[in-house]
């Protein structure tokens, strides 16, 4: 192609030093203006009237050519011209191809960076509204747990509700069952009575070392051996015996302790103030000595509080006297008796009253301390048979004290 301009313009060169008198290649550089040319023939060459009828016919040698001769050849002369010059000037496929390439990539980069500059726009709304709405999140964590709670809590609560009428039978139950577990503490008391007939009882331990043990137990049990000379006293589990001295009684509250020369018997643990005077209603076992695993339990509900004891509809016979009544969590609220009446009402067999727990404290225990004699009045000690002498009450402070 650039062969065939090269020729183009030589040919046209040729052509311009043949007309124009050797002008060269700045001929065709310089062709004149058809108009130009046209005045310079009519000056030099007037048309006459003869030359009106031939106009078309071809010039005479050595005349100038017509005007539209020289128009035609100016024209080609010019097309060439243009023709190679912009041969010329025009790049190669390669190049072409380049270019083109660039292009495809500039419009895919240019692509890109709008899609990337949309999507980093929209990844960052999402991001700045998600940080807006965790902002908070603590917050309301802490309100959905407290949510939960209430929820739960109000969910036991109506569970509660539901199964409290035979809450105190599934502790009953329950409690029947662990009576293995009071044994060690309740032990079996045997005395004589006012007549001189063989009885017992139940006694259990509340304070206790590695050499003694004060027991607790009912006072009409030990009533004949408060008198001197009076009955022997001695505490029994299976087939161990031990000997046990009178320490302390208060015959209005049915309470005396026992001292045995016998240590490490487990203690039972008081029920606390509140939980007595709260008692109305709930469910207390009396724990005697008696029975196969060491101790037997007899259910039953507290239907009266004051504040001389409670009432209780524990069945008791007489191996029930002096135990311990305990409570569902195995706390100590009383003490079983079939002759305590402080309201001077016979007893029917079928409801019992109780000395609390804490009228033993007050009247012969310093709980957690020693023991005492009362102080407001001397104890009603009945003579024995054919002695009017009262037995020593003993005071002092406890064994290991």
Known sequence: RRDAADALAAAASDFADAEYGGAGTEAVDEVPDPDDVDDATAATDPVGPEDLDGADAAPAPGRLKTRSALRKEWATTERARRYA???SVRFPIFTRSILLWVMLFSLFGVAFGVSGAFWWAHFNTQ????????????????????SIDAQRNEALRQIQE???????????????KLADRFAPSVWTVTTKDGAGQPTLGTAFAVIS????????????????????????????????????ELWAVDPANDLALLKVNRGNIPVLEWAPDDQQATALGTSVFAVS????????VSPGMVIDVSAVGLRHTAKLDLDFRGAPLITSEGKVIGLAS??????????TGEMYYAPLATSACLDVLQCGGGVKERKDKEPDLPPAQGDDTPVETVTGNAPGD
């Open 289 to 296: 000595s008696q029975g196969g695993p060491g101790a037997a």
């Open 162 to 176: 539901s199964v409290k009428p035979v809450a105190n039978v599934l502790n009953q139950a329950n409690m029947v």
């Open 127 to 146: 991001v700045n509204e998600l940080r807006d709405e965790t902002r908070d999140f603590e917050q309301r964590a802490q309100n959905a747990l407290s």
């Open 209 to 244: 070392n590695d050499d003694e043990t004060v027991m607790l137990t009912s006072y009409s049990l030990v009533q004949a051996a408060a008198v001197s000379p009076g009955p022997g006293i001695s505490i029994r589990k299976q087939s161990e015996e031990v000997v046990a």
């Open 85 to 87: 010059a912009r041969r």
């Open 338 to 347: 079939l002759d305590y009446r402080p309201t001077l009402m016979p007893s």
